[in-house]
């Protein structure tokens, strides 16, 4: 499986992007496709995924900011970042799931400046 991220940048506190992820295969073939984020000396972490049901689950710091969907004909799972905090400043990475392997796409960048 191959994943292909885009749509990261820089964004004032407060604005907005949208993060595409586009697999290889049909979504509904994944187990789970999700988004994970990587701060400069931080550990990797979730930020939200969706399983092949339509199910989502968030972080915590990203609830009612960040919306995560799924587009089965373009293969493609977006992450919509509302409200962005410099907190949320990172190396986004896009993750597959099937079975027992992770599949890991490229990161991209997000940096939220004040």
């Known amino acids: 499986v191959q994943l292909q991220a885009s749509g990261g940048g820089q964004v004032q506190v407060g604005g907005s992007l949208r993060l595409s992820c586009t697999t290889s295969?049909?979504?509904?073939?994944?187990?789970?496709v999700g988004w994970y984020r990587q701060a400069p000396g931080k550990q990797r972490e979730l930020v939200a995924h969706i399983t092949s049901y339509g199910d989502t689950t968030y972080a915590d710091s990203v609830k009612g900011r960040f919306a995560i969907s799924g587009d089965n004909a373009k293969n493609t799972v977006a992450l919509q970042m509302n409200s962005l905090k410099p907190e949320d400043t990172a190396v986004y990475y896009c993750?597959?799931?099937?079975?027992?392997?992770?599949?890991w796409g490229q990161g991209t960048q997000v940096t939220v400046s004040s």
């Open positions: 993750q597959a799931i099937r079975g027992w392997r992770n599949y």
């Open positions: 295969e049909i979504i509904v073939s994944l187990n789970r």
